[in-house]
């Protein structure tokens, strides 16, 4: 870990990014206030390291958004005149539906039930700053059913609901608290996330990339990348030509990598000729234009493509470390990594957490229990692969056989059926099992069973001692996180998620 903090040290920021980095505290004040959260006291100077992370405001999002959040500031504790800044992208499109809704863990043919809330069809090619947030009816609804849904799952585990109701409690406070105070969709679901890292103990820098916009921040960094538009495009599409990324797109040779926000709201993609950019809402079909030399009059509405965000903001902001999630960010970081090369920007180190976790919420128990009933399973039978898997096959084969005796004796075709019944519900209950264990969920189910304190240290626990490695263009860290039960030694649940795994369907 020290050699890996040494990296991040003896950076200079430039008085651009000094001026910058003033504007983006400004922000984040803002932020701090309107979300009443504490705001962490940092002095900030051309010695200052600039940590930063960001994300889109979903809906309680999964664990790894929060880790990213912990990761900074647990690096920030490490690095003396460091500031963490976490940035929310609340003007994306409202495609993805994690934005609005996410999943937790429970015994359906899924595994898992949707939580949240939906945004109509027609709204989908808005930016989500433009969205409302829900209903007081709506909202009050979503808690009632988390609420109910906990209880229920509690009964059915066979477990006091009152063990996890503080947990939930202080969950819903914060919650209601977020909605309050929120202009819009966005702003309670970061009011929230930003709440919940609170209770967590870290201490961020959070900022909107619309103040960004709002108060015309890194117009420089713009500029720069609109005046090497045509080396922006040409390296972006080489990279993909190598084929490494063959989910990404690649650009138009008029591509222009900004977005511009409709009067209706929809985001549209825009195009470049000569000194204008053009772009048809995808709502109301409207065609807008966009003098480049008038940039500044357009800026509070417009927005950036996600390579282009990590260019602006690193180069803007003299970036020493960029905590990146493991999967489309570090795609989209490799391609901006290699443009900054070539257009001679600042470049900073990514790292990323790799990791599981490791729990038994109320649906895990209530699946196992049903597993082990099913098939007349001890509890150790679930910490060996081989031993449940032997103990499924017996119990499959023994009714197998005994339908095929009542069949051979001619039995009631009623006992025959009860006997079929069982045997298609073994198969039934070790999909659902499967299932519910490979569910990724929102954090919102470990945050009920685990607990916001106990969540801090086990992410604590976790890295510790973990090494940093760099594999190929950015640093990784692995640590995965076994969490606190009262039921079995945290050291034990990986085997029974790794013995769940190897079950067949």
């Known amino acids: ?205 959070f900022f909107r990339y619309t103040d960004i916009q709002k108060e015309r921040i890194f117009m420089d960094e713009w500029k720069t990348i609109i005046e090497n538009l045509n080396s922006y495009n040409k390296t972006y599409n080489q990279i993909l030509e190598e084929g490494k990324f063959p989910g990404i797109a690649p650009l138009k040779e008029d591509s222009f990598p900004f977005w511009y926000r409709c009067n209706c709201g929809g985001n549209m993609a825009l195009s470049i000729k000569e000194s204008k950019a053009t772009g048809r809402c995808p709502i109301c079909k409207k065609t807008s234009e966009i003098s480049i030399e008038n940039l500044e009059s357009h800026f509070p509405r417009m927005s950036m493509t996600a390579v282009a965000r990590n260019l602006i903001l690193s180069n803007g902001l003299g970036t020493s470390l960029y905590i990146s999630g493991s999967g489309g960010g570090l795609r989209y970081g490799e391609i901006a990594n290699r443009i900054s090369d070539s257009l001679n920007l600042h470049k900073p180190i990514t790292l990323t957490w790799l990791s599981r976790d490791y729990y038994l919420g109320l649906a895990h128990i209530i699946a196992l229990n049903n597993l082990t009933k099913t098939f007349n399973l001890t509890p150790n039978n679930l910490l060996d692969s081989e031993k449940l898997i032997s103990g499924v096959k017996n119990r499959r084969d023994s009714l197998l056989k005994k339908i095929e005796e009542l069949k051979n004796q001619n039995a009631d075709g009623k006992e025959i059926q009860r006997f079929r019944g069982q045997y298609k519900n073994t198969e039934t209950q070790t999909k659902i099992t499967k299932r519910v264990f490979e569910t990724i969920p929102s954090a919102i189910d470990l945050f009920f069973s685990v607990g916001i304190k106990e969540i801090h240290e086990s992410w604590k626990n976790a890295i510790v001692d973990s090494e940093i490695q760099k594999e190929n263009h950015f640093y990784k860290i692995r640590g995965d996180i076994n969490y606190p039960s009262e039921l079995i030694e945290r050291e034990k649940i990986p085997l029974i998620y790794d013995s769940i795994a190897s079950l067949p369907e």
């Open 1 to 205: 870990m020290d050699e890996f903090l040494n990296l991040l040290r003896n950076r200079k920021l430039s008085g651009s990014q000094l001026t910058n980095l003033h504007k983006i505290a400004e922000i984040s004040r803002r932020f701090h206030r309107e979300a009443k959260i504490p705001l962490p006291e940092t002095r900030i100077n051309n010695n200052s390291i600039v940590l930063e992370s960001g994300h889109q405001p979903n809906y309680l999002p999964y664990p790894g958004t929060w880790k990213k959040a912990f990761l900074l500031n647990l690096l920030q504790q490490k690095l003396e005149d460091s500031i963490a800044l976490f940035g929310f992208a609340d003007y994306n499109l409202c495609t993805a539906s994690i934005l609005y809704s996410n999943k937790i863990p429970a015994l359906t043919r899924d595994g898992c039930v949707k939580i949240g809330f939906s945004i109509p069809r027609k709204d989908r090619w808005k930016t989500f700053d433009s969205i409302p947030k829900p209903s007081e009816e709506e909202f009050e609804n979503e808690i009632n059913h988390l609420r109910s849904t906990y209880r229920n799952s509690s009964n059915l585990a066979k477990l006091p609901f009152s063990e996890i109701e503080p947990n939930l409690r202080e969950i819903e406070e914060i919650m209601w608290q977020s909605y309050e105070l929120a202009g819009n969709f966005p702003d309670m679901n970061a009011f929230i996330f930003s709440n919940i890292c609170s209770k967590l103990g870290l201490n961020i820098h």
